[in-house]
């Protein structure tokens, strides 16, 4: 019997159980937890594992290690942690030489600090720079600040989100982390 057949078999309500399983992945972050997942199945078929055992992990990661991607080794653990729980079922938070392996890569890393304003340069900023080359990258600068917006929802800001009111402006945020 191929995989077309058994599948025909299936009661309806299982093969749509099955079919929600992604749904329990993060909404927003789906398609890089896919991705992450793809990637480690891609590793796996290169080198014709088919279980997905402690060692096996082991190795993927000191693989990421040696490229020098050790900021990413924590999100690829949580992503692969909820992709291989869903698919595979198998709970890799149990595999402590994994978790160890990687709190030590990250023992001494240092991450890039960003550059940012300081409060004084950024006054300087919008009182100084010329509106007519400046003025959006300004109201942004406020929004964000000031109005302690989230780079997402800044990205989705339109003008029909801001009504003049005369004395104020009402700013309506669409689609917020929190879900209010």
């Known amino acids: 019997m191929d995989i077309d057949e058994e599948f025909n078999l299936t009661p309806s309500e ?79 938070s149990k595999y402590n030489k994994l978790i160890m392996f990687i709190k030590k890569k990250r023992t001494g890393y240092v991450p890039k600090k960003s550059k940012t304003l300081e409060k004084e340069q950024a006054q300087k900023f919008i009182s100084d720079a010329p509106n007519d080359v400046f003025l959006m990258i300004k109201v942004a600068l406020i929004f964000r600040v000031a109005g302690a917006l989230r780079k997402d929802e800044l990205l989705k800001l339109e003008t029909n989100n801001v009504q003049d009111l005369g004395s104020k402006f009402l700013v309506t945020i669409k689609a917020s982390k929190t879900h209010k």
Request: hydrophobic fraction near 40%; proline fraction near 3%; charge should be positive.
């Open 14 to 92: 299982v093969a749509e159980t099955a079919n929600e399983i992604s749904s329990l992945l993060p909404e927003k972050r789906r398609v890089l937890y896919e991705k992450t997942y793809a990637e480690f199945i891609a590793w796996c078929d290169e080198r014709k594992i088919i279980r997905y055992s402690k060692s096996v992990l082991l190795t993927y990661f000191s693989n990421i290690a040696e490229k020098g991607l050790i900021a990413s080794l924590w999100p690829k653990y949580a992503m692969l942690k909820s992709t291989l729980s869903l698919k595979s079922n198998i709970d890799i």
